[in-house]
């Protein structure tokens, strides 16, 4: 069974995604360091200077919208873009305590080498309910409906933290970001100043 796990993960992913993965890996290792070892503050000052000098060494394209629908060289970038992000996201099961800000730090560096400045974005978000949590007087498996999980949501009174990367309008990196209210933001200067005005959380 195992071999044949292998063998189907092997034709799905390709040895180009194989070569960015290995790639970003010591990008994304030396990424959860600075997250272990550096206050916040001191980290988001440093991490934008450095995105922003990656930003200035590379040869940039401008942050533009795409044209509808894009074009052939805009969709090889978006390909690159996605790509990159895939990538970074399977180093990160490799990194111990891999986070979502951990990815999404990782990704913004990756991108900003290749010229595409991006935003991390960190937010929060009330914490889903599991299903015991919601109803821990029905046995375990059992199925719990929609109406039970939101009539108990208002009691749990936890929250989570959630990391995301936009760019070019788009969330490339953090899946759905519906329930999240952003509350910081990680940015290269070459971006907008309004979207870096956001406060640092406490």
């Given at each position: 069974m195992r071999a044949e796990f292998k063998e189907s993960l092997l034709k799905i992913i390709s040895r180009q995604d194989v070569r960015l993965t290995l790639q970003f890996l010591p990008l994304v290792a030396s990424v959860r360091w600075r997250l272990w070892f550096t206050p916040f503050a001191r980290l988001h000052a440093e991490w934008?200077?450095?995105?922003?000098?990656?930003?200035?060494?590379?040869?940039?394209?401008?942050n533009a919208s795409f044209s509808t629908p894009p074009t052939p060289a805009e969709r090889a970038l978006i390909n690159e873009v996605w790509d990159c992000a895939h990538a970074v996201r399977r180093a990160a099961h490799l990194v111990p305590r891999g986070s979502c800000l951990t990815q999404?730090?990782?990704?913004?560096?990756?991108?900003?080498r290749r010229g595409q400045p991006c935003s991390v974005r960190i937010g929060v978000g009330r914490a889903e309910l599991t299903k015991n949590e919601a109803n821990p007087t029905k046995n375990e498996g059992a199925e719990i409906s929609k109406a039970e999980m939101s009539a108990v949501s208002h009691d749990t009174g936890r929250f989570e933290a959630h990391a995301w990367v936009e760019w070019q309008g788009r969330v490339i990196m953090g899946g759905n970001i519906a329930r999240w209210k952003p509350l910081t933001i990680f940015a290269p200067a070459t971006l907008s100043p309004q979207t870096a005005s956001l406060s640092e959380p406490s």
């Open positions: 934008r200077t450095l995105v922003q000098s990656e930003l200035d060494g590379a040869a940039r394209l401008e999404a730090m990782a990704l913004q560096l990756v991108l900003a």
